[in-house]
């Protein structure tokens, strides 16, 4: 069964990841010390910080996070062991499986993040469920597409160049999109202003995670 499939390779990415303890913990000093470096720069020196620098701020520290923690996805396994995945899984399994740990992960560091970065440099949000649902729902986007772009780029020689030129035109609106969500849920706005820019939000994370199932088993063969 592929839910049997992906609940294995989802277990061996946990258990793969606490075995490598080093790698979670780098991951979370990086984004504790960009946002000390934020607020050291920012709130430190000027008491105070714009509402829209605060959101862009932290959007572009989660996404460069977001790069680091799910850009060693595919890069992490020896080729030998893929070839051994490859004969044991489908190609479905393991992509979906990769999306599931990512984001999982990725929600966990969003909001440890967002604790630690309100404590640091302020909450101006005026509706923070609101805002909270923006980041869950932008952390899954940027997970289920950096692992397809990272199982991509792991088929060339030079995976981070790859990741960098394949990633942009995609992340780019989805970052847009987020940015936009997430202002209005620091003006104090909710659901019900924001439904179309939430549902066009929700389909692109589907559509994205649809098109993993869908062209990750061609590049697998390849």
């Known amino acids: 069964m592929k ?4 609940f294995v390779l989802v277990k061996k990415e946990i258990n793969l990841e606490w075995r490598q303890k080093f790698a979670l913990q780098g991951l979370i000093l990086y984004l504790a010390s960009t946002i000390f470096i934020c607020y050291l720069s920012f709130k430190a020196k000027n008491q105070s910080i714009e509402p829209i620098t605060w959101n862009t ?3 572009i520290i989660l996404l ?3 790069v680091n923690a799910v850009g060693k996805s595919f890069t992490q396994e020896h080729r030998d062991r893929n070839l051994f995945y490859f004969q044991l899984f489908k190609p479905e399994s393991i992509i979906f499986s990769k999306i599931i740990y990512n984001s999982i992960m990725l929600i966990g560091m969003s909001l440890v993040g967002i604790l630690f970065y309100t ?4 909450n101006p949000v005026g509706n923070f469920p609101f805002y909270l649902v923006a980041l869950v729902l932008g952390a899954l986007g940027f997970s289920s597409t950096l692992s397809l772009i990272a199982g991509i ?3 060339g020689e030079n995976t981070a160049t790859l990741m960098a030129v394949l990633s942009f035109p995609i992340i780019v609106p989805l970052l847009l999109l987020l940015l936009k969500l997430s202002k209005s849920a620091m003006d104090g706005f909710g659901l019900d202003e924001n439904i179309d820019e939430l549902g066009v939000l929700v389909a692109l994370d589907l559509i994205v995670i649809a098109l993993s199932g869908i062209l990750f088993p061609f590049i697998w063969k390849h």
């Open 3 to 6: 839910s049997n499939e992906i």
């Open 57 to 59: 701020l932290f959007w």
């Open 64 to 66: 460069f996070t977001a």
């Open 119 to 122: 404590w640091v440099m302020g």
């Open 153 to 155: 780029a792991a088929q």
